[in-house]
């Protein structure tokens, strides 16, 4: 076996890709918009052999009714949002209903989960549909098509195979949220409610998401034929990622080595990503890790507020196994229990070694890259990792907002301390952020870009909104009170990060009070 190397990546020293899913902003004409039964309908998934996955029907739900549906999502696979409003819409992505020739299956995996090997788990309540053409995504190709909540499944285990309202609004919004971030994610197509209960910690209403992604594999499919020995199977299916995800790794030497590399690769930069924007994943098991380096499964997700490295966004993680300041370790771990499932194929450990070694650098140089640009800096300094460290003191110190930090970062102005007051305003240890801001005001006076043009360049990366959990928190009330418009313009919101929406300001509030006994867990 491989062990795993303690502590990867150091305490955090603070925290290009275009997100793949991710539509180049060439929306379709009206006339090339497809209705529900013009959309062709493949499974690529389903190619491989029979025992990768279980065919079956989604169990319907009772009159549904339409929660949310991202025009931006529909336009990816070139369906008229218009249609959302129709009955065999609802049908069909509430599983009550077939899209014209698809045939469904739930897919096995197993995973670490927590740390701890668990075993075959599999779609418990996910049920793929097929995939379909992708229109103006990068690169183009095909996206599968799921429904999560549809449904117990041979991989249900003692759970109902449901979603509840609650968790698949947060998953629908926060999908769409993180790809207009330009962070890699599954994306997230529409919700539909029914006003049948399952039991969590209360009686909750059922929902299903309708996920798009090019692929759902995960880390835990590699593992699940590793840990079952089933090492035919395992080839199968890293031969299927590689040809339908990873083709021009067929060339190299050692094409699974490159798969394990490109993965690893990819991680790292999506972990950057989710360090720089200040989003936690809450429950980073390898079921739940993307071998194309997506952001899957959105559970106990949060986006960081008052900041604190040590902070825990899942009310069930009682260690912190997955708090802020561990995900660059933690996907490290993956990326090795990754390698692990690997290894029969790579061939020796030092190979799988090899594949692994670009873990720190690519998670370094994509996190100094980002964060340069977060603070506006233009060059590389030698000073500059001391001045990004003396900042995470700072903002640690005074427990100061993330996101609000960081936009209003942009409006400093080198010839006018005055100017600061509002992001003075955010510290309760002024005197540290006055010496902070000043070296802050020298470093910026080594490149020569005015207060106008870094302020563009800030502002398009430095998020003003982002999904904090009090907004989804009121939207998913007044929708278990039936009232979804809340969720439709909290998405609008979302799906414009950068800009200043001056008529949404209040989106950027800082939290309310009763936020401040908001949980979330594992419970979905
Ligand atoms: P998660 O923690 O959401 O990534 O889920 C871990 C495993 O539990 C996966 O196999 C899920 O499909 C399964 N699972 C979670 N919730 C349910 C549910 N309500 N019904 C059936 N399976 C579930
Ligand atoms: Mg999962």
């Not at 873990?359 to 590389?380: M, V």
């Not at 540290?432 to 043009?453: I, T, V």
Request: hydrophobic share 40%; net charge negative.
């Amino acid at each position: 076996m491989l062990t795993l190397a303690k502590d990867p990546i150091g305490e955090l020293s603070p925290p290009d890709d275009a997100a793949r899913c991710n539509v180049d902003g060439n929306a379709p004409t009206s006339s090339s918009l497809l209705d529900l039964d013009s959309l062709e309908i493949g499974n690529s998934f389903a190619d491989l052999p029979a025992t990768f996955y279980t065919r079956l029907q989604p169990t319907p739900l009772p009159a549904p009714y339409l929660v949310g549906i991202s025009q931006s999502a529909a336009t990816l696979i070139r369906l008229d949002a218009a249609s959302g409003g129709s009955e065999q819409f609802l049908q069909i992505f509430t599983g009550n209903q077939n899209l014209p020739a698809s045939k469904p299956l739930a897919a096995v995996y197993s995973g670490h989960q927590f740390g701890v090997w668990a075993g075959q788990l599999g779609d418990g309540r996910a049920i793929l549909l097929g995939d379909v053409a992708t229109f103006g995504a990068e690169p183009p190709g095909r996206i599968e098509l799921q429904l999560k909540g549809a449904g117990l499944t041979p991989y249900s285990r003692t759970a109902d195979g449901r979603a509840v309202l609650r968790s698949s609004i947060r998953e629908f919004l926060c999908s769409e949220a993180m790809a207009a971030l330009g962070i890699p994610t599954s994306r997230a197509l529409c919700v539909t409610g029914s006003d049948q209960f399952v039991l969590r910690e209360t009686p909750e209403t059922c929902a299903v998401a309708t996920r798009m992604a090019p692929s759902f594999i995960r880390f835990g499919s590699f593992e699940h034929w590793y840990y079952t020995d089933r090492l035919d199977e395992l080839k199968t299916l890293a031969d299927h990622v590689i040809d339908r995800h990873y083709p021009h790794l067929r060339e190299q030497a050692n094409p699974y080595g490159a798969l394990l590399a490109e993965t690893t690769r990819r991680t790292a930069h999506l972990i950057a990503q989710w360090q720089a924007v200040g989003f936690m994943h809450g429950v980073m098991n390898t079921d739940n890790m993307s071998i194309l380096g997506l952001t899957l499964d959105y559970g106990p997700f949060g986006f960081m507020e008052a900041f604190d490295a040590r902070h825990i966004c899942n009310h069930s993680d009682h260690a912190g196994r997955y708090a802020y300041h561990m995900q660059p370790k933690i996907g490290h771990w993956n990326c090795f229990a990754l390698g692990q499932a690997l290894l029969p194929l790579i061939g020796t450990v030092d190979d799988v070694h090899l594949a692994l070694q670009c873990y720190q650098t690519e998670f370094s140089d994509k996190l100094d890259r980002l964060l340069h640009a977060k603070l506006g800096l233009q060059s590389l300094q030698p000073d500059d990792a001391t001045l990004l460290q003396r900042l995470f003191d700072i903002l640690q110190e005074s427990h100061v907002d993330y996101t609000q930090f960081f936009r209003r970062l942009g409006n400093l102005q080198i010839d006018n301390p005055a100017a600061d007051e509002p992001l003075r305003d955010l510290f309760i240890n002024r005197p540290a952020f006055d010496a902070w801001a000043q070296e802050y005001r020298l470093r910026l006076q080594l490149d020569s870009r005015s207060d106008q043009d870094r302020k563009i360049a800030m502002d398009a990366v430095n998020p003003k909104y982002v999904l904090r959990n009090y907004l989804a928190q009121i939207a998913i009330e007044k929708a278990q009170n039936k009232d979804f418009s809340e969720v439709a313009r909290l998405l609008a919101v979302l799906e414009k990060p950068f800009d200043e929406q001056l008529e949404n300001e209040h989106y950027a509030a800082l939290p309310p009070d009763w936020a401040q006994s908001l949980e979330v867990s594992c419970s979905s």
